[in-house]
Nanobody, 115 residues
């Protein structure tokens, strides 16, 4: 059974950094794209960025140049390094794995950036 578990969220001051991890039980799989998303109350979940099966990354405009997505297939882990954090980055962050048959989501981890 595939499960995604995020960790690393917390409280950080504006301008600070935070790293998130997403461990995939059952394995990421070499053919699957992965992504990070975030959601704030009352708003739709939005894309933060994705990393394709071949390692190509794409980022939302709001985080480009500040956030970096990476993955380690040997550890079945997806990462999100967040630098120069802003209060507007406050959200619940989710990881997602897209397979040929369906997509999987983690339970989310809260990131709060204080001003």
């Amino acid at each position: 059974q595939v499960q995604l578990v995020e960790s690393g969220g917390g409280l950080v001051q504006a301008g600070g950094s935070l790293g998130l991890s997403c461990v995939v039980s059952g394995g990421i799989g070499s053919m699957n794209d992965m992504g990070w998303y975030r959601q704030t109350p009352g708003k739709e979940r939005e894309l933060v960025g994705i990393i394709t099966s071949v390692g190509k990354t794409t980022y939302a405009t709001a985080v480009k140049g500040r956030f970096t997505i990476s993955k380690d297939l040997s550890k079945n882990t997806l990462y999100l390094q967040m630098n120069s954090l802003k209060p507007e980055d406050t959200a619940v962050y989710y990881c997602r794995m897209l397979t040929m048959s369906r997509d999987y989501w983690g339970q989310g981890t809260q990131v709060t950036v204080s001003s």
